[in-house]
Structures are given as structure tokens and as C-alpha cells.
């Protein structure tokens, strides 16, 4: 059991997608129950409930993961370029200035 936990600790947005699941399972079963008071029936809806929920909080958390995960690429390869080149003819923050006229117009 404990081996179990630690991979689902490790196992990005795993917890909040089961946590957001059973939320879902819950609301699901419940709103069912009260619509039409067969139980059995609402088990099943609210089992299906879980598994979309879980499925699309999931889903949603991993795109969101590799999104951040390419903006934070783009910044380091930013700060790496902006320290190679800094103070060098290729520096790219002095291009605009260099072609700007010095003097007054």
C-alpha cells in the first residue's frame, strides 16, 4: 500500500483529479438520487460521474503542466541567450538602439 502511495504522490495532478472525482462522483449520484430516487441506478451514475471527472480534471491539469512547462523552456533559453550575448555586437537588446540615429533630429 505504501508503494502505491508514493507513485501516486509522484504522479503529477493524480491526487487533485481523484480528489476532483470524488467531488464529481458525489454530485453526480446525489443530484441523480434526488431526481429520481432509484439507487441503484444512481450508484452508476455516480460512478460514471467519478471517472469523467476524474478523466477531465486529469486532463486538464496535464496541459496546463506542459504548457507551463514550455513557457519556463522559452524563459531559460531567453536568460541563457541574454547571457551569451550581452555586451557583444550580437546582443539583442542593443539592435533597436544602434539603428536609431544618435543625435537629435
Not at 460512478?47 to 507551463?68: E, I
Not at 531567453?78 to 546582443?91: F, L, R, S
Amino acid at each position: 500500500m505504501e508503494s502505491r502511495r508514493k507513485s501516486l504522490d509522484n504522479t503529477p495532478c493524480a491526487r487533485e483529479a481523484i480528489l476532483h472525482g470524488a467531488g464529481g462522483s458525489v454530485a453526480a449520484g446525489l443530484l441523480y438520487f434526488l431526481a429520481t430516487s432509484r439507487v441503484k441506478r444512481s450508484f452508476d451514475v455516480g460512478f460514471a460521474g467519478f471517472m469523467v471527472t476524474t478523466l477531465g480534471s486529469w486532463f486538464y491539469c496535464r496541459m496546463n503542466n506542459a504548457k507551463l512547462r514550455v513557457q519556463q523552456r522559452l524563459i531559460q533559453e531567453g536568460i541563457k541567450n541574454k547571457v551569451a550575448y550581452e555586451g557583444t555586437v550580437m546582443d539583442p537588446t542593443k539592435k533597436g538602439k544602434a539603428e536609431a540615429p544618435s543625435g537629435p533630429s
